[in-house]
């Protein structure tokens, strides 16, 4: 069986919740509520392929890229050319934080991006809409170990017949788009009472 190409997105959604990047990618299935919608239309600008230029920056929106080494197809929201450094920048929709969904996102980027500049890429930025900050992320040996373990957890997830347990932590989950998809806290009662069920 060929090897599954992973998608880009799908190593958020994994970080984020192990249930919900199989729900998305493997079973293919999406709804959208207030928080995917409102960073859609954030979104729409970056989305928009084409080319730029703000001060002595060239941008690129919107670029695909495909890494034969680690078969990753993945979408950079912008590349900039700066002074001969090239690098991605992802746009997200909440305020600056160390999420480890978000710096692994950028880092396969630049690791698609280094494949196909040949050259190493050593920087990328996080670009927060909620807090209009800019946040720049190092690309260590550490965080790329880390990016290609998931992508490799995640091909092996496009495989699975059944999907992984999530995080079933009730701050995320009910901001979460699959929430009534998923059924996290109907699941947690439905297990004690089937584990209760056993002893009567």
């Known amino acids: 069986m060929e090897s599954p190409t992973v998608e880009g997105h799908a190593i958020n959604a994994y970080v984020f919740c192990p249930r919900r990047c199989y729900y998305e990618y493997v079973e293919k299935t999406f709804y959208h509520n207030v928080y995917t919608m409102h960073g859609k239309l954030l979104h729409e600008h970056v ?16 670029v695909f890229l495909y890494s034969e080494k680690y078969g990753l197809s993945i979408r ?32 396969a980027q630049a690791l698609a ?9 050593d920087v990328g930025y996080l670009f927060f809409y909620g807090s ?7 690309f260590d040996e550490e965080i790329r ?10 091909r092996e997830l ?27 806290r109907e699941r947690r009662q439905l297990r004690g009472k089937i584990r209760w069920e056993r002893f009567i």
């Open 145 to 154: 170990r880390r990016t290609i373990e998931v992508i490799g957890i995640i």
């Open 132 to 138: 209009n900050q800019r946040k720049k992320v190092i």
């Open 47 to 62: 989305d928009q392929v084409g080319r730029e230029a703000r001060g002595e920056r060239e941008c690129y929106r919107s």
């Open 113 to 121: 991006l280094e494949e196909y500049l040949r050259k190493p890429v």
């Open 158 to 184: 496009y495989l699975s017949d059944n999907p992984p347990a999530g995080i079933d932590d009730c701050k995320k989950c009910c901001k979460c788009s699959l929430v009534d998809y998923c059924l996290p």
């Open 76 to 107: 950079c929201d912008l590349i900039e050319e700066e002074q001969g450094q090239i690098y991605p920048v992802e746009y997200k929709r909440g305020k600056a934080a160390d999420w480890e969904n978000n710096v692994l996102q950028v880092c």
